[in-house]
């Protein structure tokens, strides 16, 4: 079956635009998490939802990242006014059941922002 | 939250060859432990996880890793390495019953002929 889909894949943009980035997740997956990955280092932690719901946005790194999924389903990042340190690459993961461990995450493959 | 340390930010090795990536958590209240792998211009995979039970804990691909509890390390081995090896492996670490995972900053592994 399908897995974990975003787009786009790659994505440049100046200063001071807007970016929406899109998750796709494996379908009837209850749960989505958005990571960002700066370059040499490992994912961190953005946001949690449940179905439609965000659970948990504290590792939004300022208020000009939006996140929302409200269908349950696709989810779409929003960065606004973009600033050179969004540069990174920005994973979506989704699990089956509304808590971790028990419930592996299932990644994309990642959306690549630079800002220039 | 939990903090992560992968000791080696790059490890060369031969094919056939034995590996050892090396990972080190800061908490040592109960957790979940994790390793993925990540091929190039693809997503992470997950080779392993311990939940619980026996502290060696064998995933795909041949890799293995041992969960010791007083070190809190999550080490990860494979005894005969291929050039298909050859990715970048992160180590993650979730608290029992958290759905965030925190990560390592991931460790490169070159296999040569």
């Known amino acids: 079956g399908a897995g974990v889909s975003q787009s786009p894949r790659y994505k440049v943009a100046k200063r001071g635009q807007d970016v929406a980035l899109r998750c796709d997740p494996i379908?009837?997956?209850?749960?989505l998490f958005w990571y960002q990955q700066a370059l040499g280092q490992g994912p961190e932690f953005l946001t949690y939802?449940?179905?439609?719901?965000?659970?948990?946005k504290s590792g939004l790194p300022s208020d000009r990242f939006f996140a929302e999924r409200p269908e349950g389903s696709v989810s779409t990042l929003k960065i606004q006014r973009t600033q050179q340190e969004d540069s990174a690459v920005y994973l979506c993961?989704?699990?089956?059941?509304?808590?971790?461990?028990?419930?592996?995450?299932?990644f994309g493959p990642g959306t690549r922002l630079t800002v220039l | 939250a939990q903090s992560v340390t992968q000791l080696d930010s790059q490890v060369p090795v031969f094919e056939e060859a034995p590996v050892e990536l090396r990972c080190n958590y800061s908490?040592?209240?109960?957790?979940?432990l994790f390793w993925y792998v990540q091929y190039p211009n693809q997503g992470l995979q997950l080779l392993l996880k311990?939940?619980?039970?026996?502290?060696l804990v064998k995933g795909i691909n041949g890799f293995e890793a041992e969960f010791n509890k007083s070190q809190t390390s999550f080490h990860l081995r494979k005894p005969s390495v291929h050039i298909s090896d050859t990715a970048e492996y992160f180590c993650?670490?979730?608290?029992?019953?958290?759905?965030?995972?925190?990560f390592g900053a991931g460790t490169t592994v070159t296999v040569r002929a």
């Open positions: 993961a989704s699990s089956l059941g509304r808590s971790g461990g028990y419930n592996e995450q299932f």
């Open positions: 379908s009837g997956h209850v749960s």
């Open positions: 939802f449940q179905n439609e719901a965000q659970l948990d």
């Open positions: 908490s040592s209240v109960s957790v979940y």
């Open positions: 311990y939940l619980s039970g026996s502290t």
């Open positions: 993650a670490v979730s608290d029992l019953g958290d759905y965030k995972l925190s």
